[in-house]
Nanobody, 121 residues
Framework: VQLQASGGGLVQAGGSLRLSCAASGSTFSNYAMGWFRQAPGKEREFVAAISWSGGSTYYADSVKGRFTISRNNAKNTVYLRMNSLKAEDTAVYYC???????????????WGQGTLVTVSS
């Protein structure tokens, strides 16, 4: 499966952004989807994940209550709505896919190219 993320940019602290990730090359609903991020000088970390049908979602504690992951299987797209952004949310955000829920939050099988989110304080 190929993943193409978009929607990153520069936003002020307290603002919002929505990331999108379009999938192609395979049956989208066969994959759990997720987002990871990597801040400058830090290791890549899990952000959020969603099950195949969208019925279950999972979040890192650092974004819980501020970020919302969703998917539209008819459009082969997963979204990450980010509200109340903080300077520490600045990172490259990667869209991920994996056939299983265990993999999507730890070691996803497929990665997109990343989109940069910069939050100014």
């Amino acid at each position: 499966v190929q993943l193409q993320a978009s929607g990153g940019g520069l936003v002020q602290a307290g603002g919002s952004l929505r990331l999108s990730c379009a999938a192609s090359g395979s049956t989208f609903s066969n994959y759990a989807m997720g987002w990871f991020r990597q801040a400058p000088g830090k290791e890549r970390e899990f952000v959020a994940a969603i099950s195949w049908s969208g019925g279950s979602t999972y979040y890192a504690d650092s974004v819980k209550g501020r970020f919302t992951i969703s998917r539209n299987n008819a459009k082969n797209t997963v979204y990450l709505r980010m509200n109340s952004l903080k300077a520490e949310d600045t990172a490259v955000y990667y869209c991920t896919a994996d056939p299983g829920l265990a993999g999507i939050s730890s070691q996803p099988s497929y990665w997109g190219q990343g989109t940069l989110v910069t939050v100014s304080s």
